[in-house]
């Protein structure tokens, strides 16, 4: 299984080299739990312009590739196991404002980005 670094991951989503309208952290992890709990798979060439907002990311080296997309992947991996194996354990990463509120909105709207794509279904 692949490294998982959410500070690199987080990093990147948020830097000036991703684009700009590419999912952030939360976004991103809602997303994936909507992969993982949808009717159906989705392919790599169908979630990943939803991922990156339809532009082509921008990536330091082949090794920044690996760091981002193995953590993505990593990351969606780690949800299936904790859906399989141990529901009540799975961990969402929300975003906390600075009154120590969760944000759940960022979550819930890449989940239904998944949704949208298995609508028929």
């Given amino acids: 299984m692949p ?3 959410l500070e690199a991951q987080d990093e990147y989503l948020m830097s000036d080299t991703s684009p700009e309208d590419c999912m952030l952290l939360s976004d ?3 997303f994936l739990t909507g ?3 949808g009717p159906g798979p989705i392919s790599m060439d169908e979630r990943m312009p939803v991922v990156w907002g339809d532009k082509e ?3 330091e080296s082949e090794q920044h590739v690996q ?3 193995g ?3 990593g990351r969606y991996n780690e949800i299936a196991t904790a859906m399989e194996s141990d529901p009540d354990r799975f961990e969402p990463i929300f975003y906390e404002g600075s009154d120590g509120t969760l944000i759940v909105t960022g979550w819930a709207a890449g989940f239904l980005d998944a949704v949208k794509l298995r609508q028929q279904a």
């Fill in 3 to 5: 490294d998982i670094d």
């Fill in 28 to 30: 991103l992890d809602g």
């Fill in 35 to 37: 992969m993982v709990l």
């Fill in 57 to 59: 990311p921008e990536f």
């Fill in 67 to 69: 760091v981002i997309l």
């Fill in 71 to 73: 953590t993505i992947m």
